[in-house]
């Protein structure tokens, strides 16, 4: 079979988690965690926990990228490491650091001890021999901050490793990622390579598309789109979020989410907002869709002052759009 | 089944969606997880491994229906000449799966089907069931056959053996159908078929009648698989082919029906720069220490110097101010420059766009409000027709927005420095000259007719940071990655 090479051989699934015995278990497995998902995501999971490949999930704002990491955890019972990325973000917040503190008091320490260490010593070169004797921890394991991506390698019994909006880090950190990605493995040049445990982790990477993902790191991703939902799978989501709406309210503000998108928008509402907006006419004791409702509560939904002015003659018109289709 | 996966990705690679070898491996695998046997499984599967963006990923779902849908289709339909004169029952069976094979399968086998199951009832009048052994050549044997099954795998080895995959351009398709039956015994059949229609007895003339019409639906038959041939291998060949002819043409000389495809792949450059730079780079001076930063970040060490920062300088985007001339020689010129231009918004966002003849004119506004072939239209409507006067353009210019052109800002000029002999206001140049980062002559005509005629070049090019010659994609091409990557 192809890909001996990849270091991936090296770990053996011992067994498989009964979770992700077939697509359907895991979509099922998601849908109870109340993570309502199309075959497409329960695909990308189910793949990248039987060929350990990172996904790298882009979509629109909004539409549960980083939550589908959260509930693959909780899911599988791992722990979930999260690093959230921002330009500037290094290694040094990424991967690994020196304990540069406890590294001084060291050397203070071993101050006070050298001259025991060369009691008796005779000449330079005898000296610099018991030195070396002496064993350097200097750079060891003992002083290593271990940051999230560390933190994920050495984590016994696998995790899941959150990357968050990659796209907003510089282009060097997308380059530091790829040996972790694709080998599980970081190289620390004092030390030498750290390799990820018994179970690598389930890498999770999410991108809003602020700028083009290089291909390397795209080459070594399964590469997953959310788009918007359709109507039949918002209302599930919503149902599933938020049981104790009545379901014709329900249908009617999924449906007027839906014309709002279809809209030329600044900001189109997303998934978290249609949630957020059904909270809050389950809040105010809507039962039904009207447009009184609606423009008071329009500001849940719409982030723009541009937008919402842009909507507010439509309400009338697209509320009973959404009341009316069947 | 590997080689399927594999062919399945040399179309896809044809259809310009980028797989790398690495990532045909993990498509292997992942078809070896989730199995050939649920299709959708498969697709949903595949379209996570091997495209990597919104664009490939539509691509990637045509493709697939097409390429499986197409695969699909050969082994299920038997050749039914036989099958409809044997046995109904058989026939009845046949026929809705046949149905539903077409509907998968694309116009290339509707048409073929509806040519046989016409032809049909004649070979049905004509009830003599032929003997397969009654043709002497192997080809009119199997035609006789008329297992379809078979005569699919024979064409496809026939295909193999001529080299269909190098099919490159439409006009090669007549070669290879012809190769293809050239490959399978046409020349033997050919002359079976001559010999038995010449020949006295009226079965053999029959025999010979038959004989040529399953050679025509053969002939039908093995078109309509080049055809297939060439979309999963060739068109994007030929459109290569296209391609490179394009980008080295001379922009005026260009076809108005090519327009379409230089815009097309003007766009395609353009993305391709916005891929290599649109991260927002800091150069890093090596070697020169930011002293205020390190000692700040290394109190907390009790000023032991562990933690060392370095010098850096985030790198601005330009501010591109291009200036087109977009009288009738150079406008064709503009229009391409333009739509390079706006098409690389997400590198160069600060683009601001003036167009002149006689009067210059800034259409900024114009592009940003409207698509960028109805804006470009418009500029040219607007500014476009008189007789150049750069003189004119250039004070225009420097009264409109000589103060916000800085250091920053990059120049560019298009146009062939014909000025009629007119006045050229050098000193209003030289002030632009001067003010800005960079002032960039790009001259559409080619260098050997610079400073003829009324061409002023020698005179303004003292005032020009960098002349060019651009009269070609590549050339155009070539100047807009060196603008984007001195300034990232």
Redesign the interface.
């Known amino acids: ?3 001996e090479s990849s270091a991936l051989t090296a770990y053996h699934m011992t067994e498989t988690h009964p979770i992700a015995a077939s ?1 359907a278990e895991v979509r099922k497995q998601l849908e109870d965690h109340r993570y309502i998902c199309s ?2 995501i329960a ?2 999971v189910y ?1 990248a926990y ?2 350990r ?1 990172p ?2 999930i ?1 979509g629109p704002p909004g539409v549960g990228k980083t939550e589908l990491a959260k509930t693959a955890a909780e899911m599988f019972d791992l722990p979930l490491i999260r690093l959230q990325c921002y330009e500037g973000l290094d290694e ?1 917040k990424a991967l690994y650091e ?1 304990k ?2 406890k ?2 008091l060291y050397t203070q320490v071993l101050k006070q001890t050298l001259d025991e260490v060369l009691q008796g010593a005779k000449g330079f070169a005898e000296s610099v021999q018991r030195l070396h004797e002496f064993g350097d921890i200097f750079f060891s394991e003992e002083f290593l901050e271990a940051r999230p991506l560390l933190k994920a390698l050495k984590e016994e019994n696998g995790c899941v490793l959150l990357i968050d909006e990659v796209d907003k880090s ?2 060097e950190f997308e380059s530091l990622l790829l040996e972790i990605l694709s080998d599980y493995q970081v190289s620390i040049p004092e030390i030498g390579t750290v390799k990820a445990k018994r179970t690598p982790p389930i890498v999770f990477l999410t991108s809003n598309n602020t ?2 993902i290089s ?1 390397a790191l ?8 959310i788009p918007f939902p359709d109507v039949e799978l918002e209302q599930r989501i919503v149902h599933a979020r938020i049981p104790e709406i009545p379901d014709r309210l329900r249908t009617q503000l999924v449906r007027f989410i839906h014309e709002l998108r279809e809209l030329d928008l600044k900001k189109a509402p997303s998934i978290s907002e249609t949630i957020d907006w059904a909270r809050t006419l389950l809040l105010l004791h809507a039962d039904r869709l009207e447009p009184d409702i609606v423009r008071n509560t329009i500001n849940v939904i719409l982030k723009f002052q541009e937008d919402i002015e842009s909507v507010e003659p439509e309400i009338a018109r697209l509320t009973q759009k959404a009341v009316d289709a069947r | 089944m590997h080689r399927v996966l594999t062919n399945f990705i040399q179309a896809l690679r044809n259809a310009d969606v980028r797989i790398s070898t690495a990532e045909t491996l993990d498509a292997l695998r992942t078809a070896e997880l989730v199995g050939y046997a649920d299709k959708a499984l498969l697709k949903s599967s595949l379209s996570l491994v091997l495209p990597k963006t919104l664009d490939d990923k539509a691509i990637f779902d045509t493709c697939f229906d097409q390429f499986f849908a197409a695969r699909e289709n050969k082994p299920i339909e038997a050749f039914d000449a036989e099958g409809t004169q044997g046995s109904q029952g058989n026939a009845n069976e046949e026929g809705p799966k046949q149905g539903s094979g077409t509907g998968a399968g694309g116009r290339a086998h509707g048409t073929e089907e509806s040519t046989i199951t016409e032809q049909q009832p004649s070979a049905a009048v004509a009830n003599t069931p032929p003997d397969p052994s009654s043709a002497s050549s192997p080809l009119g044997q199997m035609l006789l056959r008329g297992n379809r099954v078979e005569i699919g795998v024979e064409i496809n080895n026939a295909g193999r053996q001529v080299g269909i995959e190098r099919i490159e351009i439409f006009t090669q398709k007549g070669v290879y159908s012809r190769r293809i039956l050239e490959a399978m015994g046409l020349l033997d059949l050919q002359s079976e078929i001559s010999e038995l229609e010449a020949s006295a007895d009226p079965t053999d003339r029959r025999r010979g009648h038959e004989l040529g019409r399953r050679r025509d639906w053969l002939r039908e038959e093995v078109r309509a698989y080049v055809e297939q041939q060439f979309l999963l291998h060739a068109d994007v060949a030929g459109r290569r082919v296209r391609d490179d002819l394009l980008r080295t043409v001379r922009l005026s000389a260009l076809d108005q029906r090519h327009r379409r495809h230089v815009e097309d792949l003007v766009r395609r450059m353009a993305r391709r720069l916005i891929a290599n730079h649109s991260h927002r780079r800091r150069t890093f001076k090596r070697g020169q220490l930011h002293v205020p930063r390190t000692l700040r970040r290394n109190m907390k060490y009790d000023d032991a110097i562990f933690d060392l920062h370095w010098k850096s300088e985030k790198v601005a985007r330009p501010k591109v101010f291009a200036i087109c001339d977009v009288s009738g020689s150079v406008s064709e010129y503009a229009r391409f420059m333009l739509t390079f231009l706006y098409s690389l918004e997400e590198v160069l966002p600060k683009v601001r766009a003036f167009a002149f003849s006689s009067h210059l004119g800034e259409v900024t506004e114009s592009f940003e409000d409207n698509p960028l072939e109805r804006a470009i239209a418009l500029a040219l409507a607007e500014h476009g027709g008189g007789a150049t006067d750069y003189g004119q353009a250039f004070v225009t210019f420097a009264a409109l927005c000589l103060d916000d052109v800085d250091r920053r800002s990059t120049v560019i000029l298009l146009g062939d420095a014909r000025n009629n002999n007119g006045d050229l206001q050098l000193d209003v140049l030289k002030k632009i000259y001067e003010r800005c980062g960079r002032l960039i002559w790009l001259n559409p005509e080619p260098r050997s007719m610079w400073n003829t005629g009324d061409s002023e070049m020698r005179h303004v090019s003292v005032y020009c940071h960098q002349v060019e010659e651009c009269s070609t994609l590549a050339h155009l091409e070539r100047f807009v990655a060196h603008l984007v990557r001195t300034h990232r």
């Open positions: 079979m192809p890909r697509v075959d497409q695909t990308a793949l039987h060929l490949k996904i790298l882009e040094a020196w540069y503190g590294q001084l510089d282009q700028r083009e291909d795209k080459r070594r991703c399964l590469h997953l789109y």
